[in-house]
């Protein structure tokens, strides 16, 4: 893995997500898409499902300071230390692993390292991730910070470019989302709704 | 129970119609202050000789230059750099499980202008062998390093981290090094220390200090000053003091033993020089560079200190600078207009300095946490751990 590439390291972990603190301020992935970092002996694979930018001291609390500027990038021109004072980090919900060629769609034994680097995932990787659609289930049963269905219909959207035919990717996708949520057809159609293009 | 609050409070407003009643007669002192050091123009050469041979009890001012003009602020250097320090201490506490001491020093770097940029850092540095825990004198005697002995160690390693610093800038920009506080080391006035001491911490301490921030200047401007906010100084009022005194020469002692009231220079004295430029300055102007009288000062050679007064948003501050750069207009230029500038960015405190104390601070759970840390490797070495009892009762909390 390329040192370009790595774009965050895991400052916070389990075995069911991680927290990653991002090396360029609001440097986080986008909702929904796939990163990948390291446990000991395989690749962990990850939703981001939601991302902050904050002051690293809890204690300081961010002042608005723009008002005499002429734009956003003149205010960290004016004052270059926030960009040593803030810091953006994103949260990431694991969907599998891999263990040799083979990938695997549940939880890993072992969290991912603290202090492991964390880059995106290209789409040949999403494409050959999402061939099975198993993890699905991880994803429809968490309990997140944010509506797990939004991070769903995110995920599917940006998955969905890296397959040759978006629309029967979705139509898959679909298909494996109705058969999880077949008791709540509430939030299958909201999720369904979001999907259609 | 500790402090019984309801008790304070009459205490508290009776001291408020105290101060009330002072700060009635507090303008007209304004108003004479600002009479007289508009008339010293005329006579300056005559009151910096008044000045030479005055013998008083408080510090005057030298004067270099009109003591009542006032500076207008001048544009900050496009590029330009501004680097500072501060510093905190854990010191000697004979209650504890081992006799050391130790510094943590915060430095920042902040560059503005087609670059900008910056880099925060902290130097922890732990001290605890024999030779290092006092400061010995050739002849076999020794001062321990602790107490108000460590804060003045303190400033000298902030200010030799500070040089460091700013010898590693490759760049040739502008410099601008503050530290926080005064160029004086007050700690050691009056406190009879030995010449050693003084040696060590002065001369060659802070001044070799200095020394490296003048070389530093033929490689690229670079300027030292201190900042000290709502100073409490009144170096220049005593000036005016002197004016008005009506004897020649001033002799304190000799004509005005023992009385605090009703002399001639009492009819401005009680004012604070912040006071006096408060209403002399405009916003953003600095007024004229006085020199300090102190008698610590007269081993300052060649950083011999000099100050002004500066109006900002909300205050008006002190700015300390070694002889070099007073005399050097174009650092004297850059170490005003940095200042102002500075304020401005740190919403009236200098960022630099307000970051370096970020860096520096070395808060209560830290302390815990060095102690502990101390007693557990001291532990796993096999060392026995012995404590005062009174630290271990201020642990213990019983009934």
Known sequence: MDLKQRIAEVVETSNAEFMAQCYNLEGAPALGSMVKTKSKDYDIYAIVYSSSTHGIDPNRRIIARGQNVGSEADIYKANPQLSKLLSTDF?????????????????????????????????????DFTQSLNFLSLLTDARLSVSPDEVITAFLR???????????????????????LSNDIRRLDSILKRLQR | MTLEIAQVYSQIEAMATDVKKRQADYRQKIDLALQTIATISKNQEQLERKIQNART??????????????????????????????GSQIDVDRHQSAHLFLLNIGLVRLQYGSSPDASFSSIPTLYFREDEMSIRSHDGRQTPIEGPLLGIKRGVEECRFLADLVDEIKMNLPVIALIDGSLIMWGLVGQRYDDFVIDALLINGFLKQLDRFAALNHRRPTAVAS??????????????????????????????????????????GGLLDRVLFNELLAHGERSAVFNSSSTIVEKYGAHQVCFFYVKLDEEVAR????????????????????????????????????????????TGADREQFWSLVDRVLNDNNLSLQHSLKQTSKRVKWI
């Not at chain 1, 060629?101 to 964390?118: E, M, R």
């Not at chain 2, 000290?228 to 304190?252: G, K």
């Open chain 2, 57 to 86: 009890t408080w510090l005057v001012a030298g004067l270099k230059g009109k003591a009542g003009i006032k500076h207008p602020l001048k544009p900050c250097p496009h590029d330009f750099m501004v680097v500072a320090s501060d």
């Open chain 2, 319 to 362: 700015v300390e600078i070694p002889l070099w750069v007073a005399d050097n207009k174009d650092l004297l230029d850059l170490v005003h207009s940095a200042v102002v500038d500075q304020c401005n960015r740190g919403f009236g405190y200098p960022v630099a300095l307000s970051e370096a104390h970020e860096q520096a601070v070395v």
């Open chain 1, 158 to 180: 940006y998955a969905s470019q890296s397959h040759p035919s978006p629309d029967d990717f979705l139509v898959k996708a679909g298909k494996e989302i109705a058969w999880l």
């Open chain 2, 227 to 268: 900042y000290i906010s709502y100073p409490r100084s009144a170096d220049v009022v005593n000036v005016l003091r002197v004016q008005l005194c009506p004897h020649e020469p001033v002799d304190c002692d000799k004509y005005c033993k023992g009385k605090f009231e009703g002399r001639e220079c009492d009819s401005v």
């Open chain 1, 91 to 127: 949260r990431a919900l694991i969907v599998g692993y891999n263990k040799g060629k083979t990938v695997l769609q549940y939880l890993p034994p072992l969290p991912a390292s603290i202090y492991a680097f964390v880059y995106p995932c290209d789409m040949d990787e999403v494409r």
